[in-house]
Every structure is written in C-alpha cells, then in structure tokens.
C-alpha cells in the first residue's frame, strides 16, 4: 500500500515535472502535534511518530527523523521501500544537504507551502539558487491521492477563566502592543496555535490532547483580527472578544488579508512559525521584523495563579497514578493486564479526578523490550500481556482545567536483573541530581543537563533525547523555550535561559533495543533562590508527586545526598497524596515510600 502511494504520488510529480516533493509533519501552523487531517506524512509513508519528514524524488524515498524514533521507524519502513535517515547521526545528511545534493540542475523542489515555515523555505530556496531549483509551493500533492481524507476539524472552543489563568485576553493584549511597540511595529501576524489560545484564553479540542482551536491572529496596535470557523466560538467567548471589538473572519482569509495590508505597515512576525505560503503573500515591499513572537516567552513563565493551578492539577494526577501503580502492582499476574487495558486503567482513574479534560497525549505503555523505542504506542497487533516480571514503562499525562501534566514512572512488576536494576538505578540518580540542581541565573538548559545525565555517561551509556522540555499550562505538553538537553539544537528552541516561572521536564532514561527501557519523570518549577555578592541564585520546585518504584532501586549505588533527597521526596508523595486513597492503597503508599 505505502509503495503504492509512493508511486502515484512520483506519477503525479512527473506530470508537474516535480524532481523532488517534501512532505512534514506539521499543519498549517507548525504544530508538533496534528489533527487527522494534516497527517500526509503518516499516510504516505505509514511511519506514525509525531516528528519526521518524507522526501519523494524521482529515484528514491526517504524519511528523517530523530533519536526517540529511530527503532520505531525501523520497524515501521520494513518492506515500503522507504530510506530512513538517523538525524544527528555520523554520515547522516540532513534534508537540506541531500536535497542539495539529489537535486539536478534547473529542476524544482516542490511542497505545500502552508505546511512548511517561511524560514525553512527560505533557506531551502538560497541554499538551491547556485542550481537554479525553483519551489513550487502551491500543490498539496497528498491530497490528490487521499480519497478518504477527513474533514477539517470542528470541535468547539472554550473560555479559560482567569481563576485559572491570572490574565484576561485585555491584559495580554496590553503586553503584546507594548512588545510590539518596543520592536517599531505595526502589525503582528501570530499562527501558532498555543499562541494564540495563550493570548486570546480560548481553548479547544482541533488537535487531540492539545487543547487549541484551528486559528491565525492579526494584532496591530488598533484592531484585533482573528481568523477562525465562527460556529466554534459560543457566547461566552463571543462576549469576551467584544471588549476589545475583536474582528471575527472565516479560518482560510488571512491568505488573501495579507495581501492587501498597507505598505507603510511594519510586520513582525516568527518565520519559524508563520508558514511559506503566508509569508510569501505578505508584499514584498513590506517591512517585516523577523523574530520570536514575544507570546513564547510570556506563556512560558507561569503566573502565580498558574502555578499555583498546576500544583493543584499535579495532585489530582499524582493521585490518579497513584492509584494505578497500586492496582498494577497489586494485580499483575492475577489477572489478565495489557499495554492496552493499563493504558485503559489509567485513563478512567485520570477521568475520576475533578476538572480532568483528555489525556495530555498518547500514553506510552511499553513492557520489556518496546520501552527501548522512546515514544512506542501500543497497538492490538503489538499489544503484550503483563506478566510478573521485567520492567513496564508508563509515560503519560493530563489535561484538566487547572494544569498540564506529563509523568513517566518505570515499574518493576516482578524480578529483574542486576544489570536492569544499575540502569534503574542509575536514571533515578541523575533524575535527583538535576532536581537538586542550585545555579546562578543566566543558566540555561545545557549549562545542567550533566547532572541528569552525567552517572549514565560514567556507565559511557547515553539516551538519544533531551533531558527535559518546557510544558505549557492547559495547552501543549511540549512548549517552548526552555529544555534541558547537552547541546544546542539548531531546530529545537528550548535552549533559552532559564527564568522564574518555567516549569520543565526531568526525564533521564535508558533505552537497550531488545531488552529494555527506563524512563523517571518529574516536572520542575524553576524559582528563586538566595540573592548575594555573586549574583541571584536559582533552583527547582518539583511539582510531580508519585512514588519511584524502590523495588527497582539498588541503594548501595546511592550517595547519601541521593538517598536523602530519594527519602524525602518520597515523605512529600506520602503526605500530599495518602488523604486521597483508600485504606488498603495507603497502606500500600507506605511501603512503595518506605526509605532507602
């Protein structure tokens, strides 16, 4: 089937004498996470992580994607005569080099241009000039295969109170203008979908477990227009964009609203968000200022209302898991458990929490061997019965009116092995050492991620994946800028300084294909610390309460720092969670909290 789609997709190149067609994994907004509709990459490739790009030539198929996929996508490529290409690997080209490379003299890359960003295209374009390749950016060419493709969404949209958010839209909009003003600008095109529900308080249900709307902004410093299917938004919503007599039009105008804005406007704008096709319709004559939109940075330090709804949420989860690491690890063996039915198990006793919403994204619920692929989603054809034994994964979250939630506890449902219980022992470790992290402000994530992963590294083990990323409040489980990981990476924006405010991952993990795979997950709130003669020192909150299972845990390879830490974290799991459980549950929150 995949070889099939390939192939009309090649014939339909021809005929618009395309050498070469890119196809991502975005939507129309450069989301990471998208809806059915948007998932081209999926359908023509059959490789069904959320991050990767396909290249169709004339001669040849590949896809790109990074470490947290590669056995993932090993698998799934078998036999569609697609190439997969390991990013950040030795020898491995990136898509601009191979295309530089692949590409004839005077041909044309194609691609649609609403899917990929203007810089991204951009660059593409300038790197191919010294070929003379030209871009056609104009054909969504999966479409004309897709017979069944769905619709565009159509979920409606909500209102998030200021109870839980701590700033009306008219507040956020002050903050925007004067941002705005700072740059010398005019106007403000915004497309990402978080932006915009960060700035406008709405949110939705068009991405699953991302709770945005289908939506583009124009913000200048006298009107407010936004771009969007009306019969989303109810009254209440309605009412609130009244206050600032926001301009309500259909979803698809902003190609043609761009076009006729005025020539003395001076446009700011992201060109890693907002998308070619947009760009491009912008007048070349124009001024544009070209930088980060200033929503990123203010979504990602949380207001004192929102922390203190995230610390509330992180209960209620800490509970809900609570709750299942007891019934898995009370039942296993006694009755008939899968990757499916746990992932099940989990979902209802999220359910059961007050103001929960939808899972956070896809569980990952992976037994023994499926945890070494970092982002495994358990399916009826992979789906494994749990058996007492060996190492089961859980990486999950939620979204409920108060919060954003990600947690991974590894458990261990029976015995394991001396080498399995060092790699588990040795994640917890780096896991405690960046929690326990103190550091002068002006730090930013690659200035720590050493002590996550630094006793992996002793082990000369490492895991393909950053330590840890920013996570947005009742919006997307990945955000930016903030993240912890031992390098920049160029396409990753989570490398900013860390400020006051940010909540992020902590995540270290091991990952042996064929064997097995670790993961510890807890959330961090950077605050502040001391502030003397050597400037303002900083450190974390957690904000994650669950118990690590210490059955897995070998204590002789703790340091007493470590233990310390281990021991009274796990005082703070018992305290905040145990009003909530039943008698037998606490009971057993008593052992799983016992010290080291």
């Not at 050498?19 to 975005?26: H, N, Q, V």
């Amino acid at each position: 089937m995949i070889k099939q789609r390939v192939k009309r997709l090649r014939n339909i190149m021809k005929e618009k004498n395309i050498y070469a067609y890119i196809i991502p994994s975005s939507d129309y907004h450069q989301s990471e996470y998208v809806g059915e509709y948007f998932k081209s990459r999926e359908f023509v490739s059959g490789f069904t992580g959320s991050a990767g790009t396909v290249v169709i030539t004339q001669d040849e198929a590949g896809l790109w994607t990074d470490g947290r996929y590669f056995i993932q996508a090993e698998n799934e490529l078998k036999n569609s005569g697609i190439k997969l290409f390991k990013i950040g690997e030795e020898n491995v080209p990136t898509v601009e080099a191979y295309l530089i490379d692949s590409l004839p003299n005077n041909s044309i890359l194609g691609f649609d241009g609403k899917v990929i960003c203007a810089k991204e295209g951009q660059n593409l374009a300038k790197k191919l000039e010294f070929k003379n390749v030209s871009i056609e950016y104009n054909y969504d060419l999966v479409n004309n295969i897709w017979e069944d493709r769905c619709e565009l969404p159509n979920k409606k949209a909500f209102l998030l109170g200021t109870e839980y958010t701590g700033a009306s839209f008219s507040e956020k909009l002050v903050r925007v203008r004067e941002a705005m003003k700072e740059k010398k600008a005019t106007t403000h095109i915004i497309t990402s979908l978080d932006d915009i529900a960060w700035l406008f308080n709405i949110r939705g249900g068009d991405v699953k477990s991302n709770p945005v709307v289908l939506c583009y902004a124009v913000i200048t410093i006298d009107n407010v227009y936004l771009f969007v299917d009306e019969s989303k938004l109810n009254n209440e919503i309605k009412n609130q964009l009244n206050k600032e007599k926001v301009k309500i039009k259909p979803y698809d105008e902003v190609y043609e609203f761009v076009k006729d804005m005025n020539e003395d406007e001076v446009v700011l704008l992201d060109p890693a968000k907002v998308n070619y096709a947009i760009y491009n319709n912008i007048p070349k004559n124009i001024q544009k200022i070209e930088n980060t939109n200033p929503t990123i940075m203010f979504k990602a330090i949380k207001n004192k209302v929102e922390l203190k709804s995230i610390r509330n949420s992180h209960i209620k989860d800490g509970v809900a898991f609570t709750k299942f690491m007891y019934w898995l690890k009370t039942n296993v063996g006694k009755m008939d458990i899968t990757e499916l039915s746990a992932t099940q198990k989990l979902e209802d006793l999220r359910r059961e929490q007050d103001k929960f919403i939808e899972p956070s994204f896809g569980t990952i619920a992976a037994y023994r061997e499926h945890a070494a692929m970092m982002h495994y989603s358990a399916t009826e054809e992979s789906n494994y019965t749990l058996e007492p034994r060996d190492l089961f994964l859980v990486d999950s979250g939620g979204q409920y009116y108060d919060g954003t939630t990600d947690i991974t506890r590894t458990i261990a449902l029976g015995s394991i092995s001396e080498e399995v219980q060092m790699h588990f022992t040795n994640v917890v470790r780096g896991m405690i050492r960046l929690s326990m992290a103190k550091f002068l402000h002006g730090c930013r994530g690659y200035n720590l991620d050493i002590l996550a992963r630094g006793p992996l590294w002793d082990l000369g083990i490492d895991y393909k994946c950053g330590t840890g990323h920013g996570i947005g409040f009742v919006l997307n489980v990945h955000e930016a800028p903030n993240g912890f990981r031992w390098r920049v990476v160029a396409d990753r924006d989570d490398s900013c300084v860390l400020e006051e405010g940010m909540v992020t991952t902590n995540e270290p993990g091991v990952y042996v294909e064929g064997s097995h795979g670790i993961r510890i997950e807890n959330e961090l709130v950077v605050k502040k610390a001391e502030k003397n003669e050597y400037g303002q020192f900083m450190d974390f909150e957690v904000v994650t309460f669950a118990p690590i299972d210490v059955d897995a845990i070998d204590g002789s390879l703790l340091l007493q720092n470590e233990k310390d830490y281990l021991n009274n974290y796990h005082k703070e799991v018992y305290n905040k969670i145990s009003p909530f459980l039943n008698d037998d549950e606490k009971e057993w929150l008593k052992e799983y909290t016992r010290e080291i």
